[in-house]
């Protein structure tokens, strides 16, 4: 990047631009004529010596200069801003906007209460919670946070280990008469499998000091834990889910765990949020609130 100085004024009108994905639009949201929209990114472009957007009549592209604008400085500037807002209120006062993506299935089963707790301690603070399995861009569609459960790969965002779920295996009352007491990983292979997406048709177990992996053929496959707890209720095959969703079936009995004593594959929990030097207090007592709440659904047992 030129070394040279920067209107920062002229940055956040870039970013709104980013975000809103047209000057039109940006415009808009900046309450600014579009003309003055316009000729503050060309003055941006100039004082950086490069173009930064493709302009078509129908969208706008960002150019390598401008990506690297938007991953490299744009969170310095977020930065920045939370810092005067620190400086011109007290410092230690929990305020503010958050807005955080969650997965569809912690999001519908545990948010609320979790997000209702914390407003409780902090009403100052905005949470403004998007809850489905679809990854989100969080610096350009303005995330501050998101929950993200598995294997992580963008190792550009900072990452906040939260835990692990423990899976376990569950099957009606109807199909553990039919198909027994399931002792034995072995004994899997003749039930029928309703599978996570991500599952495959393997599913590995430890127990009793060894580690075994047992050969499924899934007769359903869906991205969803709730329509293989339901479909597992209704007797369609054995599920393998979260405790946190199978405890409320377990305590009616409407479902029964299996193989008590082997562990299936455990599932890493994770915050992750734009890279940046100093994490916005309100955004430190948000995950420090979720990570205890979630602790106590993550590794419970039904």
Known sequence: MPSRRIDLNRLQIFRTIVLSGSITKAAQQLRQPKSRVSRQLA???????????????????????GRELTQNVLSHLNSLEDALDRLSSDAEEVAGRIRVSVPDDIGTQLM???CHSFLAMYPKVELDVHVGNQRVDLVRESFDLALRIGKLHDSTLLQKRIGIFQLTAYLSPELRAKYGAVTSPNELTSIPYLAFTSDGTSIRLKGNGEQRRAKLQPVFVSNSFFVLRDLAIQGAGLAVLPPFIASEAVREGKLLPVLKDWYFDSVPAHFVMPNQKDVPLRIKKFMEHVRSQLLQFLNSNT
């Open 43 to 65: 003055s941006l472009e100039e004082e950086l010596g490069a173009q930064l957007i493709f302009r078509t009549t129908r969208s706008l592209q960002l150019t390598p200069l």
């Open 112 to 114: 609320g209460r979790i």
